[in-house]
């Protein structure tokens, strides 16, 4: 070659200067992918570890990071996307690709698939879909794939692009990639892209290659030979130069020969057409820019996957020739600017946070517990997450917003707690869902479920003030009065009051709170008789306020302000289970599996006032058992934060009620720290962990983290997690029953998938059916122990309405008490004083009395209550037999 030789047409033939792709003959050979031979797959989301890119270099998709940082493999911008890494596993087995990209008005689509020409065997095309998925789990923590129908209808109009597309950086601003822009701009139009590569053999480029590298030759030596400079010379070398480099990489990562279809309306195309080649078309187009033409056969091509095969090519003016007419000749790294997904998230196409949690759990024996499975990157693994029954001693906190999975995790635990033999006690303030464990084969005849309450279901007694033998009055009295402090809002000076008349009524009931002992008690009588009761406890608050020598005004507030919390525990269902002196036995509720539903008391105070019974009744029974590594029952408490809140955050309360409130909260934290050295395990539930006193966070050994999105909660558990911001972001897209879990040994949490175990609120036993249950197995609901309060006996049981209406007569008019004291005082002083005086009573209550309510029965039920009244104010403490009631009259009018 002279340098004469070298012409334009030499730069023009390289750079394809107008050039337009030849007609097809009527019978020209077409590389065409039958339906049956394609495979596509819609990819709807990615995961990455952060949600958006930080950079504005190009970002690795599975950091969210700068190429250069994430060590993928730079160009000379540093810009290579990973897809290219499909596109080299694909062509090492020269399986071709599809890819869509488009959109419906509102809404984005990608696809992606395999194809084959026609005549090659099915089983491959499978094979090759199967390649496919395989390689786009590599590209990504996370990626959301579903199959789509391989079939593509034909569109209105279509265009031809040929040519060698740049791979732009995101955007500086808001991190866009260019097919974010195309979405940004045609999102409200119907388009699509698609993309056929087929592998172009490596015989072809290397001879390719050998061309442009003779034609290099001669263009050098015409230069040389000519002496001078020249302009066209060097930039044609340069041109060379770019493809001659391109073909090098083609030879280490693929080659494709490369059809681009881009498909629209009348209304889209022309958007499409215009905006396709300002997006792709870049300073690295070379030595072919990028060129859309409109032909009429590209809906059919496109339709058909085909691509028209090429002739011949006769009119090269040197060595190189161009391969095909119709197609370009792309590299992977080349193709990969057209193949990849958006940068950003768009209706369509989700970009979610996949959580960089650890991944190895801490080694266990064969006791342990099962939590769930490991998952690595959003893929459930077969690797098991186990926890030692021992560490359960040292307590368990489990969060999460509602609906995550926090139930179902507690059922899991406790199902495989019942198969070790262990007993568990759940304390369920809220809503029935732990009666539905009736359904477990192992625990459906051994499951107790009581309604405190509730008294038309299964219900208990609970006595307040009733002292389990080896336990200090004084001690239990210090957790009785924490137990109203976090419970009720007080302000000073009530709680001092309280704590006063708490001392005043065990001291009439013949307690030396000092000393611990009781003068008349005996060593076999009924240690029951000799507590007081809520009835008592109100009794002296009324007689002890008025002497604290406050103004009549202040007196009167400070009665009614303590009186009404103190009568709100006795009335109703709650009023019968806790006014009472005999309490269902706590060893008839710890040496069985139990489920309390509170549901059954309306008032959160009310809630938080009976689980820091049990709590303390539980504490109280297990320092009389011993010390003990071994876990010997598993306490679980839900919706903790009403016993032990968080009393440091905003309560709508002043400082003095916080201040004892907050003491009364760190005497149940350390009252749970220390029964671990007992054998007796804690899970505590909450669905907000900022609401509980931030011990319970700190110190619990085994954390599970459910979903999570309130900012401040996650800091709070990221904080007590080792984890980092990143890892507690992650937590806001949890699944339900994917869970964080966190415990000592380990420098960051684990995930972990806990298996279904709980089922829906289908599966509910309903009341009746638990009461029959009980009732059928003859778990502890005996007559004796739930009396209606605490100084009836049967015959209140054969006649509640009796018992009820008496109760509320004595409370309500004191003419009814006074009555009966004259009659019983005057019979004591005088014989015969009996009869002639009973009459009174009668009259007393019968204004009064309902008219279906039969009179004598009221008559003895309220002449038994009336009794117990009169013999405890004349003579406290008859810690001894039931007082009997005056002997009954011989009028026809007595009971």
Not at 184 to 193: E, N, P, S, V
Not at 400 to 423: A, E
Request: hydrophobic share 35%.
């Amino acid at each position: 070659m002279a340098i004469d030789d070298l012409t334009a047409g030499n730069l023009d033939y390289l750079e394809r200067s107008g050039f337009e792709p030849p007609r097809p003959a009527p019978g020209a050979r077409l590389t065409q992918a039958p339906v049956e031979l394609r495979t596509l797959i819609c990819v709807t989301g990615i995961g990455r570890l952060e949600k958006r890119p930080r950079s504005p270099a190009y970002p690795d998709h599975r950091t969210g990071l700068p190429d250069g940082e994430a060590g993928s493999l730079p160009r000379d911008d540093g810009t290579v996307p990973i897809t290219r890494d499909v596109l080299a596993a694909l062509y090492t087995y020269k399986v071709p690709l599809a890819f869509l990209a488009g959109a419906e008005p509102g809404r984005a689509c990608f696809r992606i698939g395999t194809w084959l020409p026609a005549g090659s065997p099915a089983s491959t095309a499978d094979c090759n879909g199967q390649l496919l998925q395989s390689a786009l789990h590599t590209l990504y923590p996370a990626v959301d794939l579903r199959e789509d129908d391989p079939a593509t209808g034909p569109w209105p109009l279509g265009g031809l692009v040929m040519g060698i597309p740049t791979l732009k950086p995101p955007d500086t601003a808001d991190g866009a990639a260019q097919f974010d822009r195309l979405l940004r701009a045609l999102h409200h139009l119907r388009w699509t892209a698609l993309i056929l590569a087929q592998p172009a053999d490596e015989a072809l480029v290397h001879d390719l290659k050998l061309r442009l590298i003779n034609e290099m030759r001669a263009a050098q030596t015409a230069t040389k030979l000519g002496g001078a400079p020249s302009p066209l010379a060097d930039h044609y070398l340069q041109l060379l130069g770019a493809q001659l480099k391109a073909f090098t990489d083609a030879q280490s990562t693929g080659a494709w020969r490369t059809a681009v279809y881009l498909l629209g309306d009348a209304q889209s195309y022309p958007e499409l057409a215009s905006l396709w080649r300002g997006v792709f078309s870049g300073d690295r187009s070379l030595p072919e820019p990028i060129r859309v033409w409109d032909r009429d056969d590209v809906p059919t091509l496109a339709s058909d996957w085909a691509m028209i095969d090429p002739t011949g090519d006769t009119d090269a003016p040197g060595h190189y020739r161009q391969p095909f007419q119709h197609q370009t000749l792309l590299t992977s790294t080349q193709l990969a600017a057209y193949v990849h997904f958006p940068n950003l998230e768009t209706n369509g196409f989700g970009i979610t946070q996949v959580p960089d949690l650890d991944t190895v759990p801490p080694p266990t024996d064969s006791s342990a517990l099962g939590l769930g499975t490991v998952v690595e990157r959003q893929r459930a693994t077969t690797t098991a997450y186990g926890i030692g029954p021992r560490k359960l001693t040292r307590h368990t906190f489990v969060t999460g917003t509602t609906g995550s999975g926090k139930t179902n995790t507690v059922f899991h635990l406790l199902q495989q707690i019942h198969d070790l033999g262990l007993p568990f006690l759940v304390l369920e303030p809220a809503k029935t869902e732990y009666r539905a464990l009736l359904h477990h084969s192992r625990l459906e005849t051994r499951l107790q479920i009581y309604t405190p309450g509730n008294e038309t279901v299964c219900p208990l007694r609970l006595n307040p003030f009733e002292v389990l033998a080896g336990t200090p009055v004084a001690v239990h009295l210090d957790l009785l009065r924490s137990v109203f402090h976090a419970s009720f809002g007080m302000w000073t000076p009530l709680p001092q009051i309280l704590e006063a008349a708490l001392h005043a009524v065990y001291s009439d009931r013949g307690w030396d709170i000092t000393t611990d002992t009781n003068r008349r008690l005996d060593s076999d009588a009924d240690r029951s008789q000799a507590f007081p009761t809520l009835t008592d406890l109100v009794a002296k608050v009324e007689t002890l306020i008025p002497q604290l020598g406050y103004e009549d005004k202040v007196t009167g507030d400070l009665r009614a302000a303590l009186t009404t919390r103190l009568d709100g525990l006795r009335t109703g269902g709650k009023g019968r289970m806790l006014d009472t002196r005999r309490s269902t036995p706590i060893e008839v509720l710890l040496t069985q599996p139990t489920v309390l539903e509170l549901e059954g008391m309306g008032d959160d105070d009310d809630k938080a006032f009976m689980m820091g019974l049990f709590v303390i009744r539980l504490a109280e029974h297990r320092r009389t058992q011993g010390d003990t590594e071994d876990l010997r029952h598993l306490l679980v408490v839900e919706e903790a934060h009403r016993l032990l809140a968080n009393t440091t955050s905003p309560r709508g309360v002043d400082e003095g009620e916080a201040d004892v409130r907050g003491k009364a909260v760190e005497t149940f934290t350390n009252l749970l720290s220390e029964v671990r050295a007992y054998g007796q395990g804690v899970v505590i539930v909450d669905q907000v962990p900022t609401k509980l006193a931030s011990d319970v966070v700190k110190n619990t050994n085994l954390k599970i983290a459910h979903r999570i999105v309130a900012g401040d909660d996650r800091e709070t558990l990221a904080a007590s997690m080792g984890m980092t911001s990143l890892q507690s972001t992650a937590l806001t897209t949890l699944p339900i029953g994917r869970a964080a879990v966190f415990t000592d040994g380990e420098d960051s949490p684990l995930l972990i998938q806990v298996p279904q175990t709980k089922g829906g609120t289908g599966t509910w036993p309903t009341h009746a059916e638990v009461r029959d249950y009980m009732a059928h197995h003859g778990l502890d609901t005996r007559a004796d122990r739930l009396l209606p309060s605490a100084d009836c006996d049967q015959r209140c049981q054969t006649a509640p309405d009796a018992c009820r209406t008496a109760r509320a007569q004595l409370d309500d008019d004191p003419r009814v008490m006074r009555t009966l004291a004259r009659i019983v005082f005057s019979a004591v002083q005088s014989r015969g004083a009996l009869d002639r005086t009973w009459a009174e009573l009668p009259a007393t209550i019968e204004p009064r009395r309902p008219r279906w309510l039969d009179q004598q029965a009221l008559l003895a039920c309220l002449v038994h209550h009336a009794a117990h009244r009169l013999a405890d104010s004349r003579a406290p403490a008859p810690a001894g037999p039931t007082p009997k009631p005056p002997r009954s009259p011989t009028s026809s009018t007595a009971p």
